[in-house]
């Protein structure tokens, strides 16, 4: 089975300050797509952003980018300027390309806290 | 905005009894989704649908079923409530054609007692 790995089950940050979550994930594909979602207390699922496999640059939206290694089947996330808003359980997900339909396997997630 | 609506937020049931689980999506969304949310586990598949009347087993079926009449419309059954089912459950969907991220519902935490 493929597997989606978060070792850090918690995380903290001060506001402002720059964190990283990790994210490794095992698979025999060429064509896949990795997700990093976030879900705040109130417990909505929002994607925060996305990688497509084939594209060799990181994808970056506003203050968070991430770090995408595919040979080592790596995918951090980096959030800069951290908010209190970003206080969230934060999970990184793989789509398979293909015929999948769509299905994702998702790490264990990470709590991140921000402290004022 | 895609929209996706769970039935409920929070549901008690007792042991034993027949749990229907609704979800609903308004962007024509051919794939739709079920998971099982626990601590240190994270999401786990139960069952996906990508047509009406079609569903296939994901990672975690047993002691589940589900029903697609509809392509709005993909429902969780528990046929027999069990307390090892005390979870979050999340409904998702997906466009077939688009290569898209999944969209989610608010989730139901179920509890069995």
């Known amino acids: 089975a493929q597997t989606v790995t978060q070792s850090q089950p918690e995380m903290s940050v001060q506001e402002a300050e720059t964190v990283t979550l990790s994210c490794t994930y095992d698979?025999?594909?060429?064509?896949?797509?990795l997700f990093w979602y976030k879900q705040p207390p109130s417990r909505q699922m929002i994607l925060v952003i996305r990688q497509e496999a084939y594209k060799q640059q990181n994808a970056t939206e506003n203050r968070f980018s991430v770090n995408f290694q595919k040979a080592a089947k790596s995918f951090s996330l980096k959030i800069s300027d951290s908010q209190l808003g970003d206080a969230a359980m934060y999970f990184c997900?793989?789509?398979?390309?293909?015929?999948?339909?769509?299905?994702?396997?998702f790490g264990q997630g990470t709590i991140l806290t921000v402290h004022p | 905005d895609v929209k996706v609506t769970q039935s409920s937020r929070y549901l008690v049931k007792r042991t034993g009894e027949k749990v229907f689980l609704e979800c609903v999506q308004d962007m024509d969304h051919e794939n739709m989704f079920w998971y099982r949310q626990d601590p240190g586990l994270g999401l786990r598949l139960i069952y996906f649908?990508?047509?009406?009347?079609?569903?296939e087993k994901g990672d975690i079926p047993e002691g589940y079923s589900v029903s697609r009449e509809k392509k709005e419309r993909f429902s969780l059954i528990l046929e027999s409530a069990s307390t090892n089912q005390t979870s979050m459950y999340l409904c998702?969907?997906?466009?077939?054609?688009?290569?898209?991220?999944?969209?989610f519902g608010q989730g139901t935490r179920l509890t069995v007692v």
């Open positions: 998702a969907s997906s466009s077939m054609t688009l290569n898209t991220e999944a969209f």
């Open positions: 649908s990508y047509d009406v009347k079609m569903k």
């Open positions: 698979t025999s594909e060429s064509d896949y797509y």
């Open positions: 997900a793989k789509k398979a390309g293909g015929t999948s339909y769509g299905k994702l396997t």
